[in-house]
């Protein structure tokens, strides 16, 4: 697999998002053991990238990723982050809590569940609007002088937010949801839908994992200040692969509950799958390795992770990394319409 550069240190142009291992997306096929073998032939992959947080089923997630790294931790740079709580892992009740002192707890709790002395990439998950940035993103710095931490990143900003960190400590990365029907981070209003960011997931988080609303052009930010940009969906939630073609979806499923995957909502988003097939079809791809290979096209800082727990779709979206995209293919696909529905 080609590599990307993130902070000085080579990693696979395409990284994993581990989230749906725990919790989310049809939760019935969770598999502990499987996921522990998709993550380590991720890795003899080249997919080197890796992508948790302490939400992803409240813990369970960290600690499936620190086993799969067992004997392996160094082949791997980890991220995970701080700064939102599950209340109730029943409900999946979430809330936001930037203070300094969960901050330094919480890293000390991540650190135990993924079995590491130190985590590479440690995002603020999302901004707590009741503590200032710098007092968070302050107690963040002095995790990365103690050594627990080795680069910070925030999730989910706007570019004056980004600035106000990287003024105090250096950002070596932004991750925010970016693909072809999430376009918001590249600075093009109206790709989100009116309301957005007052959602819920599965009718239980009032707000807690929105975004920043009208960040401006993050994607760009990022390129003028050494961050990588690390867009998390860039399937759009697997809509984008087109294997999903109606609002049928299991219990607890995330999407059962997402304006854009509604049945009205989602009948017109398939517009937007027609195209991707479209230029899958003239290079003998899939949907899935274009819709990935766009977000990759949006610059070399660009590090997408799409998740998976199916070692089938982990090989299909590696394989994007080493599809390039024409000049006529992206114009094609950057006129895509907007999606319909919100995020959230």
């Given at each position: 697999?080609?590599?990307?550069?993130?902070?000085?240190?080579?990693?696979?142009?395409?990284?994993?998002?581990?989230?749906?291992?725990?919790?989310?997306?049809?939760?019935?096929?969770?598999?502990?053991?499987?996921?522990?073998?998709?993550?380590?032939?991720?890795?003899?992959?080249?997919?080197?990238?890796?992508?948790?947080?302490?939400?992803?089923?409240?813990?369970?997630?960290?600690?499936?990723?620190?086993?799969?790294?067992?004997?392996?931790?160094?082949?791997?740079?980890?991220?995970?982050?701080?700064?939102?709580?599950?209340?109730?892992?029943?409900?999946?009740?979430?809330?936001?809590?930037?203070?300094?002192?969960?901050?330094?707890?919480?890293?000390?709790?991540?650190?135990r569940r993924l079995d590491t002395d130190v985590i590479d990439l440690y995002y603020l998950h999302r901004v707590?609007?009741?503590?200032?940035?710098?007092?968070?993103?302050?107690?963040?710095?002095?995790?990365?002088?103690?050594?627990?931490?080795?680069?910070?990143?925030?999730?989910?900003?706007?570019?004056?937010?980004?600035?106000?960190?990287?003024?105090?400590?250096?950002?070596?990365?932004?991750?925010?949801?970016?693909?072809?029907?999430?376009?918001?981070?590249?600075?093009?209003?109206?790709?989100?839908?009116?309301?957005?960011?007052?959602?819920?997931?599965?009718?239980?988080?009032?707000?807690?994992?929105?975004?920043?609303?009208?960040?401006?052009?993050?994607?760009?930010?990022?390129?003028?200040?050494?961050?990588?940009?690390?867009?998390?969906?860039?399937?759009?939630?697997?809509?984008?692969?087109?294997?999903?073609?109606?609002?049928?979806?299991?219990?607890?499923?995330?999407?059962?509950?997402?304006?854009?995957?509604?049945?009205?909502?989602?009948?017109?988003?398939?517009?937007?799958?027609?195209?991707?097939?479209?230029?899958?079809?003239?290079?003998?791809?899939?949907?899935?390795?274009?819709?990935?290979?766009?977000?990759?096209?949006?610059?070399?800082?660009?590090?997408?992770?799409?998740?998976?727990?199916?070692?089938?779709?982990?090989?299909?979206?590696?394989?994007?990394?080493?599809?390039?995209?024409?000049?006529?293919?992206?114009?094609?696909?950057?006129?895509?319409?907007?999606?319909?529905?919100?995020?959230?």
């Amino acid at each position: 697999m080609r590599n990307r550069d993130f902070a000085g240190t080579p990693v696979g142009a395409v990284g994993l998002g581990c989230m749906g291992m725990s919790w989310a997306y049809t939760e019935s096929e969770r598999d502990d053991d499987a996921s522990v073998a998709l993550i380590r032939e991720a890795l003899d992959m080249g997919v080197t990238f890796l992508d948790t947080a302490q939400p992803y089923g409240d813990g369970h997630n960290e600690t499936l990723v620190g086993r799969a790294l067992a004997g392996r931790r160094d082949e791997a740079v980890l991220a995970t982050k701080t700064g939102l709580v599950v209340e109730s892992l029943a409900t999946r009740k979430i809330v936001r809590n930037g203070r300094p002192e969960h901050v330094k707890a919480s890293a000390e709790d991540s650190l135990r569940r993924l079995d590491t002395d130190v985590i590479d990439l440690y995002y603020l998950h999302r901004v707590d609007p009741d503590v200032p940035l710098a007092d968070t993103w302050g107690a963040m710095a002095e995790l990365v002088a103690e050594g627990k931490v080795r680069r910070l990143g925030l999730s989910e900003v706007s570019v004056a937010q980004a600035a106000e960190a990287h003024a105090i400590h250096p950002v070596a990365a932004v991750q925010s949801e970016l693909s072809l029907w999430t376009r918001d981070a590249l600075g093009q209003p109206g790709t989100q839908a009116a309301g957005d960011g007052v959602g819920a997931v599965s009718g239980a988080v009032s707000g807690a994992v929105s975004g920043a609303g009208d960040a401006g052009d993050v994607v760009g930010w990022c390129a003028a200040n050494g961050a990588a940009f690390v867009p998390f969906s860039p399937l759009g939630r697997g809509f984008l692969t087109g294997t999903v073609t109606a609002a049928d979806f299991e219990d607890g499923d995330f999407r059962g509950a997402n304006p854009r995957f509604q049945e009205e909502a989602l009948k017109a988003n398939l517009r937007i799958v027609d195209v991707v097939k479209a230029v899958a079809e003239r290079h003998g791809a899939t949907p899935a390795q274009v819709a990935i290979a766009w977000t990759l096209a949006q610059g070399e800082h660009v590090i997408p992770i799409p998740g998976t727990k199916k070692q089938r779709y982990l090989r299909d979206n590696a394989g994007a990394a080493d599809l390039d995209l024409t000049e006529t293919d992206l114009a094609e696909l950057d006129a895509v319409p907007a999606a319909v529905g919100g995020r959230y």
